[in-house]
């Protein structure tokens, strides 16, 4: 069974940091992408930043610019680095990772249980 775990979620000041890291296990022979989406009550869940294999990203607008993802492929994790954090960016934060494992050749998503952030003084 493939299983994502995240930490480094709490609770932070606006305009302070957090790192968050997801790292993966289990029967994986390639990964293709990790991402981080989050969900605050009462609203869908939005992808918040994306990087694939060969290392090419993706951020969504509200957070480009304060938030870098990176990975460490060979301990299977992706990490979150959010810099100025605003109160709006209060939500679950939850790791997804699109991979293929051994002997499959197609590519499932598996989704981590969350971490909440909090930005408030």
């Known amino acids: 069974q493939v299983q994502l775990v995240e930490s480094g979620g709490g609770l932070v000041q606006p305009g302070g940091s957090l790192r968050l890291s997801c790292a993966a296990s289990g029967r994986i022979f390639s990964i293709t992408a990790m991402a981080w989406y989050r969900q605050a009550p009462g609203k869908q869940r939005e992808l918040v930043a994306a990087?694939?294999?060969?290392?090419?990203?993706n951020y969504a607008d509200s957070v480009k610019g304060r938030f870098t993802i990176s990975r460490d492929s060979a301990k299977n994790t992706v990490y979150l680095q959010m810099n100025s954090l605003k109160p709006e960016d209060t939500a679950v934060y939850y790791c997804?990772?699109?991979?293929?494992?051994?002997?499959?050749?197609?590519?499932?998503?598996?989704w981590g249980q969350g971490t909440q952030v909090t930005v408030s003084s």
């Open positions: 997804k990772m699109a991979a293929q494992l051994m002997g499959v050749l197609y590519d499932v998503d598996y």
């Open positions: 990087i694939t294999s060969v290392g090419s990203t």
